[in-house]
């Protein structure tokens, strides 16, 4: 069965610092990663996708992550954080069967100015 | 460019009466799904389709209809509205092919029951 763990629920920053989200994934197969940010009252937008090639990802908005078998994680980081960056980031993994999706449970950021 | 759409994007029900949570989406995908997204719990799969004609159960189920006439439209039924349906509603759709190509998702509806 797979699964996937966001390991917290919300994460605070300063404007300009880093960002580390981290998510764990759980997965019989090789599997697709995705991370989706959601802003208030809005749908889901895709940031960046792992799906078995290079395992360093760039995303949109200068985000990127890093998939790590050995660990199986895929964190999702940022190496300043801007105030629009403040929204709810979800990990996602992909179970191939009709591109049907697992969601983590969310993790929201903060950005403190 | 469109994209997938939803309406309505706000409604409220009293418990018992009836509703359809319309979805399309424009860019010709074959598969299509329901989620609902409740606090600190993600989303969480109700339909999908994999083309018209053809739909299936996901997680969980209980208390919606759907049905795929088009390739465009995937409606969401509710029959008897329940206080447990109070949520946000997410249609989203995906090509089916290649695979693993992420899900694009509508903005949503948000449907209280009182």
């Known amino acids: 069965a797979q699964s996937v763990t966001q390991l917290d629920s919300h994460v605070s920053v300063s404007e300009g610092t880093p960002v580390l989200l981290r998510c764990n994934y759980s997965?019989?197969?090789?599997?697709?990663l995705f991370w989706y940010v959601q802003h208030p009252n809005k749908g889901l937008q895709l940031l960046l996708k792992?799906?078995?090639?290079?395992?360093l990802v760039k995303g949109i908005n200068g985000f990127e992550a890093e998939f790590k078998k050995s660990e199986t994680s895929f964190h999702l980081t940022k190496p300043s954080a801007h105030m629009s960056d403040a929204a709810e980031y979800f990990c996602?993994?992909?179970?191939?069967?009709?591109?049907?999706?697992?969601f983590g449970t969310g993790t929201k950021l903060q950005v403190i100015p | 460019n469109a994209g997938v759409t939803q309406t309505p994007k706000f409604r409220i029900l009293k418990i018992g009466q009836s509703m359809t949570l319309q979805c399309t989406q424009d860019?010709?995908?074959?598969?299509m799904y329901w989620y609902r997204q409740d606090p600190g719990m993600g989303l969480k799969l109700i339909y999908y389709?994999?083309?018209?004609?053809?739909?299936d159960k996901g997680e969980v189920p209980n208390g919606y209809n759907v049905s795929r006439s088009t390739t465009e439209d995937f409606p969401l039924r509710l029959e008897l509205a329940a206080p447990s349906q109070t949520s946000v509603y997410f249609c989203?759709?995906?090509?089916?092919?290649?695979?693993?190509?992420?899900?694009?998702f509508g903005d949503g509806t948000r449907l209280s029951i009182l």
């Open positions: 996602v993994v992909s179970f191939g069967g009709y591109q049907k999706v697992t």
């Open positions: 997965s019989s197969y090789s599997p697709s």
């Open positions: 792992y799906t078995s090639a290079a395992t």
């Open positions: 860019m010709n995908h074959n598969y």
């Open positions: 389709s994999v083309g018209a004609g053809i739909t």
């Open positions: 989203a759709s995906n090509p089916g092919q290649p695979r693993d190509q992420p899900q694009h």
